[in-house]
């Protein structure tokens, strides 16, 4: 049985942190965009104050194979999501470029 400060270890802390924010990238969508990438971003930061708080104290404080492998899937996952938005916005500007051009035509075979 584990004892109650091994539960809220600060190493806990981090895993189930990044293992939240993960799941805000992975659910993030236009609709709730201003909601999840916030979210994931304080969360990130609490991380890193945690991480910095309990760093100072004689260096005691590892990372475990868990941390690293969330922490290496959150900027996959991140650079992910912004190639798949930059993807979606080069999208949209083809369409406003082509609906110019039609204007365009539009106007010139009057």
Excluded: C, H
Excluded at 47 to 63: A, H, Q
Excluded at 70 to 79: G, M, P, Q, S
Aim: net charge positive.
């Amino acid at each position: 049985m584990q004892s109650i400060s091994s539960t809220n270890s600060p190493v806990e802390k981090i895993e189930n942190l990044l293992d939240e924010v993960f799941e805000d990238l992975s659910g993030l969508t236009e609709e709730n965009f201003d909601e999840k990438f916030p979210s994931a971003k304080k969360k990130m930061q609490l991380v890193n104050e945690i991480k910095i708080k309990n760093g100072s104290k004689l260096d005691l404080f590892r990372s475990s194979k868990k941390i690293i492998q969330l922490a290496k899937l959150i900027a996959e996952k991140y650079d992910n999501v912004t190639k798949d938005w930059a993807n979606k916005l080069k999208l949209v500007q083809k369409e406003i470029e082509l609906s110019q051009n039609q204007k365009k035509i539009t106007i010139y075979s009057r």
